[in-house]
């Protein structure tokens, strides 16, 4: 099979494994109590690629399996063809790769941020986001459900956070005119970015550009929840602009704001929720910014009618 269907294919069978993983957690990962901090969300990641292998071995369609990496690198899986000798350094046998992250809606910010750059990411390469919460599962205990998942090309989501970042006063190195003046041919810091202090938000940037002697980077960079938000007015015009010409963008942009709705209602102005309140027969007379949203969120496909307004 081609790329482009196994990606298809495993894309559409993501929310298949959460299913699963859903079941699996309620037999088993079953606790009194369900602390925030409790590194759940990793476990929950691994077992993705657990549930998703069983669907594909259970189907027998597809030649591939997926597979952990064996060094700590930024992509978490890769999807390889089935029983045949894979070499991680240069891709053979590999369909794509995949970067997963998990996101409990009770913290107060997600500490998972997808910080790889662009040249790091290959076509059908995929991010992965699995949003999860600690659910009563009878009188007493407790269980991590996924509530929630993405599942999409991961270069489209990087296009996204790239532009809002060089909008919020950010910018990236360019291997003409690198800070540790490396030479051009052999310059390893391209497109590594750099916060508005002119600070590196990645290990792998420049030594020049070091955060201090006792702290290596920011760490800002691509947080899953912060890197769309708009803190000035052009950010918010190039967030819409996106949202209009990338589709990843608009899926990605749709799926945080669903499950992080302060992230909506902050995106938009009282007279643009007026609009839609007006467009979705709702009436909004003396109602607050909070009320007007919170009663255009129950209404079906709501955000549809948001994105009217770009």
Partial sequence: MENNEVYEEIRQKSSQACERMNVFSKAILRTRGGRVGSGMGALLEALWGYMMNQLILEENKLDCEIAWFPDNQYNDFSCIRRDVE????????EYF??????MNVGADESKAHFSAIKKEIEENDSLLILVWKWMKTDNTHYSPIVIDSFFDRAKGVAELRDSLH????????????????CSPLTCTHDGEPLNAAGKRERVTGPEMTRVSQSVSFAANFGGLVRMIKTDNENARTVLREIRKTNEVADHYISF?????PDEERNQYTIS???????????????????????????????????????
């Fill in 86 to 93: 894979w070499n991680p350094t240069t891709r053979e046998s």
């Fill in 97 to 102: 790769r995949i970067e997963v992250k998990s």
């Fill in 166 to 181: 060089v909008a919020r006063g950010g910018s990236f190195v360019s291997s003409d005119a690198c800070p540790d003046n």
């Fill in 256 to 260: 945080i704001h669903k499950n992080f």
């Fill in 272 to 310: 643009e929720l007026k609009a839609v309140s007006e467009a979705l027969g709702i009436d909004c007379v003396g109602l607050s910014k909070a009320e007007m949203y919170k009663r255009i969120r129950s209404c079906e496909s709501y955000q549809e009618f948001l994105k009217r307004l770009l």
